[in-house]
């Protein structure tokens, strides 16, 4: 019997989870749970059903692992806790500051309902704070050095596209090349927010627009450009479209560090992402992850879990003795 899983929310995240439950041959898709009209959303899986989140309730004995496709700011910390009171749950939270606290509510409501949860899957947070552990680990004398990019920016594109004037956006964060050298030379440079990454926006105005209005509230803007070398372009919708549709990311950890009795060696660890869509590769992490999150509740484990509590055989849709003999 296949692992039966379910999605909510069918955006950019839902759509690259059903393309990587597609590549795992232990998983099938039962129902993805929407906002809309369910006769408006379009699956490509044919023996999946669309249903409106009212009908979650009924699915409980169906399912065996929700994956939410919600957003970090509002939806995931409200809604992993209610629905790991339902099933065994994975999300992929990303507000870096919150996480402890989102840690503390949903543990509370998946150990109440004898259920696993898994948050904050994905790349960053996920793979990378996976990365960073293990460099510390293996170079407890070092400095760690986390690099985004180049890739576009969701958040950061939606924050321009709120600003009056402006009808489409993309943002792109761009490492700079001089800081990763530094770092990669084993030079150890203590590197400002300005002086590791710079941001260049691709803006279509509305029609009688005031470009340098528009450009002086990008670049203004607190929490999000202010403390960065911005550029700004204004370009029209046609070309945004064509060259500028994708959303691709990636971006390093690194941790250079000292070993021997007068730490006269170094090293440097480095894990770097290439992605052609940030989505889809998120999509994949969480997926192998809720793979995970099912074998726990096998086990009768509960409460939440981080990348950080899980053994990376519960990841494999390989056996033990398959992982051993192949990958060790």
Known sequence: MKMQVGILGYGNLGRGVECA???????????VFTRRNPEKVHILTESAKVCMVDEIESWTD????????????????EQTPKYAKLFNVIDSFDTHARIPE????????????????????????GMFSLNRL??????????????????????????????AGVKDAKQYTIPVEEALEAVRNGENPELTTRQKHTRECFVVLEEGADAAKVEEEIKTMPNYFADYDTTVHFISEEELKANHSGIPHGGMVLRSGKTGWNKENSHLIEYRLKLDSNPEF?????????RAAYRLAKEGQTGCKTVFDIAPAYLSSKSG?????MML
């Open 102 to 125: 989102h840690f503390a509510n949903v543990d509370a409501a998946a150990k109440e309902a004898g259920k696993v949860a898994v948050i904050s899957v994905g790349w960053d947070p």
């Open 62 to 77: 169906k399912i065996d692992v929700l994956i939410l496709c919600g957003g970090s700011a509002t939806d995931l910390p």
């Open 21 to 31: 439950i597609r590549q795992n041959p232990d998983m099938e898709l039962a129902a």
């Open 282 to 290: 998120t999509s994949s992490v969480i997926v192998a992850y809720a």
């Open 134 to 163: 293990y460099a510390n680990a293996i170079l407890p004398e070092g400095k760690d050095y986390t690099f985004w990019g180049k890739g576009v920016s969701q958040g950061h594109s939606d924050a321009i596209r709120r600003i």
């Open 321 to 325: 003795e398959e992982l051993r003999k």
